[in-house]
């Protein structure tokens, strides 16, 4: 379908779920429960009409003008250019001799209601209609087969006047099997759910259930309600970027780090870097930004784990700073609250700061952090493979830290293991030797090429990072309890090296 034939919903991400928006001079259903985001979502649908010089209507009969008007005002928004049609208390309309109210299906008929939006609607004329809310005129019906066919009349009214109808339903007091039929009525559905994790602020999302004749982006999308309207997060659908890249391998500035890889990482892989923690994951990480950004690479470091301020110290300590970078443009660092972030919400913002940002490398520190945002762990899996895959066609280099449980012997990955889809896994591990402990580092998987299967011990001091000799002297160093089998002075050879 043209665009030329379709209405755009004011909303940007809705829009994309939509190919465009919805198409013109047709009635869809626009369903949720109270709280959901339905009276935003239609303002910015006839905010837009008036934008572009059409005549919108809102018809309420759940919320008063007064309501309205404080509901925008809370956006910023004005709502001169929207015709409100208050039927709520309709005495001026009915007549001063008149003092039953539409709400009341008791004392007012339901056809004298529908009467009374025909009558405003051929006196207006609009190009965009709200009808807010079907459960009103559900209570007005009282029976289900007259409901049905009053929202079928207004179909057929609204029809040859090409007018783009939104009837809005709140889904109070439950539905029957009947009711449901209302979705056959409609040219197009879009249900917005609400739902409240055991801890954290409640979770939005949407979905289109359909849409007759035009092609939409199904399953669910996350979204917000902040100030300004509803954010609706598209659901990232990796196979639809793709970017021509040149996959060269992207170093590092340590030489012996580099050897273990082959050479560099090459761009556009994801790199696992695995371990204890306290053993140098986010230190390897910030060393390969550090590279990224003197060679003028846009990066992007979402930090989900430890305070960025924090973090700033330790990697100055460290001999990396991070601020010069920062001031030039060239990294951004994200603070994340997983509490309050979607999954959905995050895997957007990573495809705009690739799509408008032109972002060529991507840490997230870390997937334990990733992990407390999803409310069913079973779907996270799912969501961390499309992201890669999208970051992979982008040409983005991107790193994922992944702390195991317990510091020493065992470990295990926790209730997360992307060791699968990632292209190259780098294992950390602490070992003790020598009446101290001591890090170690290896390469145990990288599918873009060769790489050492030495195991290089680690130091990490005020001169950086510094990856030193294989340790041949040493076996079970990944146990963590190694077995020492080569001569005694070996186990002071990194230490003269740097003296």
């Not at 809705?14 to 239609?42: A, F």
């Not at 709520?88 to 939006?117: A, F, K, P, Y």
Request: charged content about 20%; proline content about 3%; glycine content about 10%.
């Amino acid at each position: 379908m043209s665009s030329s034939t379709r209405c755009s919903t004011g909303n940007p991400g809705l829009d994309i779920v939509l190919h465009g928006g919805l198409p013109q001079g047709h009635l869809y259903l626009l369903e949720g429960q109270p709280g959901s985001g339905k009276t935003t979502l239609s303002l910015q649908f006839l905010l837009d009409g008036v934008r572009r010089g059409e005549r919108c209507l809102y018809i309420t009969l759940s919320e008063t003008a007064d309501e309205l008007i404080e509901v925008a005002a809370s956006h910023g928004w004005s709502l001169d250019g929207i015709e409100l049609f208050d039927l709520s208390s309709v005495e001026d309309v009915l007549g001063n001799d008149r003092n039953q109210s539409v709400l009341h299906s008791w004392e007012v008929e339901l056809g004298e209601t529908i009467r009374l939006i025909q009558q405003k609607i051929e006196q207006i004329s609009p190009k965009r209609v709200v009808f807010d809310s079907l459960s009103e005129l559900r209570l007005l019906a009282q029976d289900s087969l007259r409901y049905r066919r009053q929202v079928l009349a207004l179909k057929q009214f609204f029809s040859p006047r090409s007018i783009t109808v939104l009837l809005t339903d709140d889904l109070t007091g439950g539905r029957t099997a009947r009711d449901t039929q209302l979705h056959s009525l409609s040219h197009g559905v879009i249900s917005l759910e609400r739902f409240t994790l055991e801890f954290g602020a409640a979770r939005r999302r949407l979905q289109v259930q359909k849409l007759r004749g035009a092609t939409f982006i199904a399953g669910y999308h996350d979204l917000t309600i902040q100030t300004g309207g509803v954010e609706v997060y598209p659901r990232l659908i990796a196979s639809e970027h793709q970017a021509a890249f040149s996959g060269e391998a992207i170093t590092s500035g340590i030489a012996q780090l580099d050897a273990l890889v082959g050479g560099g990482i090459l761009r556009g892989t994801s790199t696992l870097l695995t371990g204890p923690a306290g053993t140098g994951k986010t230190t390897l990480a910030l060393q390969y930004i550090a590279a990224a950004c003197a060679r003028g690479e846009n990066c992007h470091l979402y930090e989900f784990d430890e305070r960025v301020g924090t973090l700033f110290n330790r990697a100055r300590s460290m001999g990396i700073d991070l601020e010069p970078c920062v001031q030039k443009g060239l990294l951004n660092v994200v603070q994340i609250d997983p509490a309050e972030m979607a999954p959905g919400e995050f895997a957007w913002h990573v495809s705009q700061a690739v799509q408008k940002q032109a972002c060529k490398m991507v840490v997230i520190d870390s997937l334990n952090g990733y992990l407390a945002a999803m409310p069913e762990e079973k779907l996270l899996i799912l969501q961390m493979h499309e992201l890669l895959a999208f970051l992979s066609h982008s040409g983005v280099t991107t790193f994922l830290i992944n702390p195991q449980f317990g510091l020493v012997g065992s470990m295990d990955t926790g209730p997360l293991s992307v060791s699968y889809i990632a292209d190259a896994v780098v294992l950390f591990r602490f070992f003790e030797a020598g009446g101290r402990i001591r890090k170690a580092i290896s390469v145990i998987k990288n599918r873009s090429g060769k790489h050492e299967e030495t195991i290089r011990e680690l130091r990490i001091d005020s001169r950086g990072l510094q990856v030193g000799e294989p340790l041949v002297d040493f076996q079970g160093v990944l146990t963590g309890t190694p077995e020492f089998i080569g001569k005694a002075s070996s186990h002071s050879l990194l230490e003269s090296r740097n003296a």
